[in-house]
């Protein structure tokens, strides 16, 4: 596609985790990159400057809960996705995809599409491949995902295969509609944690020769040990040249594992909802904000990472915040984990260049769990 251009400036020796450079028509993106969660335009609690201050390089949106409020057509007139939330990098937009999973009780769904009763206010919001492209396009983020179906694990052998063949045909559906040049589409590579189902989505979406292909279907119920599982024998299907986006996932150690498997893209909402309940991640392990073991500690929550909400506030101010009550506690947990998966990612993209990946994986998970 003209406006975007994959590029891997390494692959480490030892476990084959890959540092890239993804150009998109709003800027550069040095991969690994984890993508904070901003569902209706904003990640919560946290401004666009924040975000750049915590070194965030691109932002994920979704479909269905725009479709509700304020619409696309709305979005579309003041600006796009960009102009609306007043963010000029890079931005993907989930398809709705999620919610088939997350909203099961609220939607009928079949070889059409998808039909929601909204859990806003009852109405009827109907998802086909092509409406959700349609929206999507309004939308105008740089990044958009096919619809897909997602099914809870564990499911039968047969409700995953008939899940990864509609996913395929969606996916047509969704190229065949696609308009604009300056979004690239991403297929979703569905089949839970089996092989043999990886393998037939996989190679099928190939076929429809996609700038980009993400993995699907995981962090929705399987223990981690099943996740990395499927992820050792899935991502060697997928191109090498183009990037590689583990949806929904996840705790810091859950990143540095997938990105030594092959994966460049995350997203996930840990990182803000973990904050907004008091519960810190750093260096040293997760921080439990309401403990009174810090009500006098005044080291600051992690000053290796480079951000204001890790570096200005005292441990037993942050723990006042949350004890009376404060917002403005949620508000500097949620930046600071934002801002430390950003650190993360740096670092181990540094650990590739220089063939230790492997090494900062070990140090990392001994850190952790010895905290633990």
């Known amino acids: 596609m003209p406006h975007f251009a994959f590029h891997l400036d390494h692959v480490d020796a030892t476990t084959g985790a890959r540092a890239g450079r993804w150009v998109t028509p709003h800027g550069e993106i040095e991969t ?4 904070p969660v901003a569902t209706q335009a904003a990640v919560k609690g946290i401004t666009v400057e924040q975000l750049r201050q915590a070194g965030v390089q691109k932002v994920l949106a979704n479909t269905y809960h725009l479709a509700l409020r304020p619409g696309p057509e709305v979005v579309a007139d003041l600006g796009g996705l960009h102009g609306f939330m007043g963010w000029n990098g890079p931005i993907l937009t989930d398809s709705g995809g999620f919610q088939v999973f997350s909203l099961a009780e609220l939607r009928n769904l079949d070889d059409e599409g998808v039909v929601f009763k909204s859990h806003v206010d009852g109405d009827i919001l109907e998802l086909t491949p092509e409406r959700a492209i349609e929206i999507q396009e309004l939308l105008g983020a740089d990044v958009m995902m096919c619809l897909d179906e997602c099914p809870p ?56 020769d996609f700038p980009g292909y993400a993995v699907g279907g995981l962090s929705v119920g399987e223990p981690p040990v099943e996740m990395y599982r499927t992820l050792d024998f899935t991502t060697p299907f997928l191109p090498k040249e183009k990037p590689r986006y583990l949806m929904g996932v996840g705790r810091p150690e859950d990143l540095i594992e997938s990105v030594c498997r092959g994966i460049d893209l995350f997203d996930c909402v840990m990182p803000t909802r973990n904050g907004r309940n008091a519960s810190a991640f750093t260096s040293d392990g997760r921080v439990r904000m309401r403990n009174k073991q810090w009500e006098r500690d005044e080291r600051p929550l992690d000053p290796a990472v480079d951000c204001p909400a890790s570096r200005d506030f005292s441990r037993a101010y942050l723990r006042h915040l949350f004890v009376v009550g404060e917002m403005l506690g949620p508000i500097v947990l949620s930046w600071h984990n934002i801002a430390f998966y950003q650190h993360t990612l740096r670092e181990l993209r540094a650990a590739i260049l220089k063939d230790r990946a492997a090494e900062y994986r070990a140090d990392r998970l001994a850190r952790w769990n010895g905290a633990d």
Do not use: H, N
Request: glycine share 6%; proline share 7%; with cysteine.
């Open 32 to 35: 690994p990159a984890f993508m």
């Open 153 to 208: 694990l564990p499911s039968p052998p047969e409700r995953l295969r008939a899940a990864v063949d509609r996913t395929t045909r969606w996916a047509r559906r969704c190229r065949d509609a696609q308009r604009r040049d300056d979004q690239a589409l991403f297929g979703i590579v569905q089949g839970g944690t089996d092989a043999g189902l990886r393998e037939r989505s996989a190679t099928a979406l190939l076929e429809l």
